[in-house]
């Protein structure tokens, strides 16, 4: 049975071999109870890559899906990587059953929670009860 998490990891470009690495990490270390390597990431904004509009993207991002993942243990591992540009890197995460990614960002020494805080996927505000 699979259970995916979607991850975009946005860096400045000096860290795309840190980002490497982590991608490797992901493909290699059994970081799953299950034993096996949750899967990897892969460059989304290269120079083949699409986007809509007439420009090519500024940006670096690597983005994977992820199967039955430690998000713990990702996010505690994006932490401790020895990243040339801290303060750009930018871990968007989204488990399965969530509607939105939440924004990590590395400040003072620290992968820090952004957004969105709230709201949780069982709050009625946000997903009202269906109406028969």
């Not at 083949?48 to 998000?71: M, S, V």
Request: glycine fraction near 6%.
């Amino acid at each position: 049975m699979s259970h995916v998490a979607n991850i975009m990891v946005s860096v400045n470009h000096d860290d795309i071999p840190t980002l490497e690495t982590f991608s490797e990490w992901l493909r290699t270390d059994p970081v799953m109870n299950t034993g096996r390597p949750v899967g990897w990431l892969m460059e989304i904004t290269g120079e083949g890559d699409r986007w809509g509009g007439y420009k090519r993207p500024e940006c670096t991002i690597w983005a994977g899906a992820l199967n039955r993942a430690d998000l713990n243990a990702i996010l505690d591992r994006a932490a401790i990587l020895p990243w040339q540009v801290p303060h750009a890197v930018q871990v968007f995460l989204k488990d399965q059953y969530e509607e939105y990614f939440r924004l990590w960002m590395l400040r003072d020494g620290e992968l820090r929670q952004y957004a969105p805080m709230s709201p949780q996927e069982d709050d009625t505000d946000f997903y009202p009860p269906d109406i028969d």
